[in-house]
């Protein structure tokens, strides 16, 4: 990466700060000011750039812990960024030799996000598409942004409460995944992944690609007319309850069984088309999880539910990243057996993940505990999709609605384990 872009950026990113920081200090006084700096986020963090974008459309679901104001503002982001050129998009067709494979294209897109935008269109054959279209540029300025977050968090290490906190080997998974959305050939693939892991959840929709009209920054899928933003507007409590819990039954699903995880369902990429079934778009940030982790985190959560808050710290300290050598192991496992008590068959309206979490690190930190860092996707995809299930059902119980899907994890993995075993028993007797 040439250091002057990387200057550049660093320079850019300090002067938007400064500027809107001025221009809102006036207003700061007053609640009417507060209430219009939350409507200026959106445009902060558009002239910041896709990395900000990207951290406001996760931030806009969590409206059990930001005010309605601000999440209303930020949910914008979500599919209402600022179009393209139409000159972009064109030279972007061309270069996927996909100028002349649509008989309508619809120029001004149905849904704009940081990362590309969505045309609606149309083929020979009359078969109406959503063609997705990547912003042009952005690999070298996402790389910069990244690689000012490293630098930010190395300097963070001068501080001694972050002296050993694993923040860069965090900020570099992260960033290695916000850069994997730039390839649309992984995406169309997890596309096909996630329909085949979820073809048994009969309510729920994953647009299928079209496999000859994708290219390198093109991604042509079918349309899903009738789409409108996840929200239990006008549905019956029953009907709550059952997209609630077919929507957690996917989820876990991605988190325990698969290891293939949508880590970005935010309101734009979660959505209800016109009959009401549940539709997951956008499968640019969707993360492989290693076999351990995704067993490590399945354990965990299974235990969590279960109120056994021992083997829910064993299991933190066995998949850690480090240990200090003086480990206080019983104070941990004791601390860590409080804070699972407290949260042991918890409802939706009374267990916060965002509250649960946070805890949990802090016991980590304070006895010197560090996860591995791809911990914080299968936290990530949670997290996000946390404020938007409250919003449906807040009586749901996260807890006993992964049981079933765990327990099938764990019998898959057991009749996994016993068939290596089989396998590798006759080639250590030869």
């Known amino acids: 990466m040439s250091g002057w872009l990387l200057a550049g950026r660093a320079c850019a990113t300090a002067s938007i700060l400064a500027g809107h920081l001025i221009a809102a200090l006036p207003r700061l006084l007053t609640r009417t000011g507060r209430d219009r700096l939350a409507e200026r986020a959106p ?20 409206r059990d812990l930001l005010p309605e104001r601000w999440c209303d503002a930020l949910a914008e982001l979500a599919d209402e960024v600022r179009p393209p050129r139409r000159a972009a998009v064109a030279r972007a067709l061309a270069a996927a030799g996909l100028a002349d494979a649509f008989a309508e294209f619809e120029w001004d897109p149905v849904a704009c996000g940081s990362i590309a935008s969505v045309h609606r269109a149309r083929l020979a054959d009359g078969t109406e598409v959503a063609v997705k279209v990547q912003r042009h540029g952005l690999r070298p300025v996402l790389e910069a ?90 549905m019956t409590p029953e009907r709550r309850r059952e997209v609630v819990r077919d929507v957690l039954r996917a989820v876990y699903r991605m988190l325990f069984v698969d290891g293939l995880v949508h880590c970005d369902l935010h309101p734009g990429n979660l959505c209800l088309d016109g009959e009401g079934r549940v539709v997951v778009l956008d ?72 509250a649960f979490a946070p805890r949990l690190f802090k016991l980590q930190r304070d006895h010197g505990v560090f996860a591995a860092a791809e911990f914080a996707f299968p936290l990530l995809s949670l997290l996000v999709l946390e404020g938007m299930i409250k919003e449906f059902d807040s009586e749901v119980d996260f807890q006993a609605e992964a049981v079933p899907v765990l327990m099938a994890s764990f019998a898959e993995d057991v009749r996994v384990d016993a068939e290596r075993a089989a396998d590798a028993a006759p080639r250590e007797r030869a």
């Open 43 to 62: 445009e902060l963090l558009t002239a910041l750039g896709p990395f900000f974008v990207k951290a406001g459309q996760l931030v806009s679901t969590r």
């Open 145 to 234: 942004d990244l690689r000012l977050a490293l630098l930010g968090a190395r300097a963070g290490r001068l501080l001694p409460s972050m002296r050993d906190l694993p923040a860069e080997e965090m900020i570099g998974q992260l960033g290695a995944a916000v850069l994997h959305q730039l390839d649309f050939t992984a995406e169309r693939e997890s596309l096909l992944l996630l329909r085949a892991n979820l073809a048994d959840h009969t309510d729920l929709r994953i647009p299928a690609p079209v496999e000859e009209l994708c290219g390198p920054g093109v991604l042509t899928m079918e349309f899903v007319p009738g789409i409108s933003r996840f929200r239990p507007l006008g």
């Open 283 to 354: 499968a640019g940030f969707v993360v492989r999880l290693p076999d351990a982790v995704r067993r490590y985190f399945a354990g965990f959560f299974l235990n969590m539910a279960q109120g056994n808050g021992p083997k829910c710290a064993d299991i933190v300290l066995d998949s850690a990243a480090r240990l200090p050598a003086d480990l206080d192991r019983e104070g941990f496992r004791t601390a860590v057996t409080e804070l699972v008590d407290e949260a042991f068959g918890a409802l939706s309206k009374d267990f916060e993940l965002g």
